[in-house]
């Protein structure tokens, strides 16, 4: 029994360390100001990447830096493929329906919700990190102006905050913008995060159809490239003969 005693204080002592060291590393969120400058600030970095060039990109296939998770994008209709391990779905991104394979075989009922729950859920995740920054003015953000601390080592501090979309609706994110009003990194306030204001990087800037992409990153001092980044003007440029895309 003591042995059983001592186990639990440990436990409890281990889970308050924790508890205290995520604390410590946390930065509280800046309030910010919202208004026309911030929204001003918000088109600068838009224009600096060149939004209307990615805007008329009609294909985006990459695939995410950890998990093999693979995309490809017909912005135009705004349908996925989405694929991981033995899995594929394509989705509907506007709806969130579309069709499920497990080894090529088309699945129905609660199994393939469940996949198609997961690759919505991936897709919200993983091409957040590859085309946020031209995510600022979506439906449910608000926008806001923050003065940087010195060590951010940015120009301008650029907070967005999603009130709604994907599946982590109150996340914010703080852009950090160099003298050309091109992203460094950002701080995220996130639900999934146990760290709040933790930084990652944004760096490898590549020409895309005109617009800018970030390709690599850098998280708790680990970096990480996106695999597979190319646009295509027709599916066909991704080795297709008819359409994937049909739901």
């Known amino acids: 029994m003591k042995l059983i005693k001592y186990i639990l204080i440990l436990l409890l002592l281990l889970a308050v360390a924790a508890f205290v060291a995520v604390k410590v590393a946390s930065e509280d969120k800046p309030a ?6 911030a929204d001003a600030l918000a088109q600068n970095m838009l224009q600096a990447l060149d939004k209307e060039a990615f805007d008329s990109i009609p294909y985006l296939q990459f695939e995410f830096f950890r998990g ?38 088309l699945q129905e ?28 003015f979506d439906k449910g953000t608000t926008r806001k102006i923050v003065e940087l601390d010195a060590e951010d080592n940015g120009k301008y501090g650029l907070m967005i905050e999603y009130e709604s979309g994907g599946v982590t609706p109150g996340d914010s994110y703080l852009w950090i913008l160099d003298d050309n009003y091109i992203p460094t990194g950002w701080k995220m306030w996130t639900q999934i995060l146990p760290v709040q204001g933790l930084y990652a990087g944004w760096s490898g800037w590549k020409d895309f159809g005109g617009s800018k992409l970030s ?20 599916f066909s440029d991704f080795g297709y003969s008819t359409d994937p895309f049909n739901i």
């Open 32 to 37: 910010g100001e919202s208004g026309n400058k």
């Open 68 to 105: 093999g998770h693979k995309y490809l994008w017909d912005k135009k209709k705004n349908h996925a493929i989405i694929e991981w391990e033995n899995n594929k779905v394509i989705m509907n991104l506007n709806t969130v329906s579309g069709k499920i394979y497990v080894d090529n075989v």
């Open 109 to 136: 009922g609660e199994e393939a919700e469940k996949i198609k729950s997961k690759a919505w859920s991936y897709w919200c995740n993983d091409s957040f990190w590859m085309i946020a920054p031209f995510k600022v």
């Open 215 to 234: 390709i690599d990153h850098t998280l708790v001092g680990k970096e990480a490239s996106m695999k597979n980044v190319a646009i295509g003007n027709s």
